[in-house]
């Protein structure tokens, strides 16, 4: 099973991983920009945001299946996915696999995304990267709030700014087993997937 843990940039993907992972130590972590950037290094040409390379799609949903068909553990993906055409691509592989899949998507109004992205050190060490990333991210606070209207059905949507991380995770754990899956993620670290 796969816990697909979507929303703009600071909506706290990352911490509510953190928090999911220590309920469910069984279960593997997965973050597709590694494979981002990989390709980053190795397709030709500039590309200014990996998603947009057809093989990253790709890859990502076949990475992500792949770990939960040999290891037959949950898998805990934090990743920004707001455009809906790339979205529905990856989510459809994974689909098509049989893969059980919870799509979570963490709503922040922009103000505070704003406010936590300006606070975040992203590149510790090298303020040069540091401003670039904060300016990416905050240059997409728009697109990644406009996605929250356009979210396929089943979408777990959860405040990420009224919630607790704990709160957040217990959100997450329930809908595991209100979706009918073999049992709960938490229970054997299988999670029916």
């Not at 904060?134 to 990644?144: K, P, T, V, Y």
Request: hydrophobic fraction near 40%; aromatic fraction near 8%.
């Amino acid at each position: 099973m796969i816990v697909w843990i979507n929303g703009a940039f600071g909506a706290g993907k990352t911490t509510l991983a953190e928090e999911l992972h220590e309920r469910l130590p069984d279960a593997l972590a997965f973050d597709p920009e590694y494979v981002g950037f990989l390709l980053r290094r190795w397709v030709p040409g500039p590309v200014a945001d990996f998603q947009d390379i057809p093989l990253w799609r790709k890859l990502t949903a076949e990475f992500a299946i792949g770990l939960c068909r040999e290891y037959r553990r949950p898998l805990i993906v934090p990743m920004t996915l707001v455009d809906t055409d790339y979205r529905d691509e990856i989510l459809e592989l994974v689909s098509q696999a049989g893969v059980d899949l919870l799509h979570v998507f963490l709503d922040v109004p922009s103000d505070e995304l704003r406010r936590r992205i300006e606070s975040q050190v992203l590149v510790p060490d090298d303020p040069e990267r540091d401003a670039r990333a904060r300016e990416f991210r905050l240059g997409n606070i728009a697109r990644c709030v406009a996605a929250s209207s356009e979210l396929p059905s089943g979408t777990l949507v959860l405040r990420g700014d009224l919630l607790t991380p704990g709160q957040l995770a217990d959100e997450v754990l329930g809908a595991t087993t209100t979706r009918g899956w073999n049992e709960p993620v938490g229970q054997s670290g299988r999670g029916g997937g």
